[in-house]
């Protein structure tokens, strides 16, 4: 999950963590089978930017 992760534009830095997050509002339910990686495809996942991509390398 986290390759799709990774190029999604809810996929942000957090300074206060010091790590990438989803940044989706995601209910209980979700949140448990984003953190257990059994959904097999993400139902907010929507494809960032070249510049937002690009900004993480």
């Keep these: 999950m986290a390759n799709i992760c990774e190029d999604c534009v809810s996929y942000d830095y957090d300074e206060e963590l010091e790590s990438f997050v989803c940044t989706m509002d995601l209910d209980e339910d979700e949140m448990e089978r984003f953190l257990k990686g ?19 390398q």
């Design 38 to 56: 059994t959904n097999t495809a993400c139902p907010f996942y929507r494809p960032g930017g070249d510049y937002k991509t690009a900004a993480r």
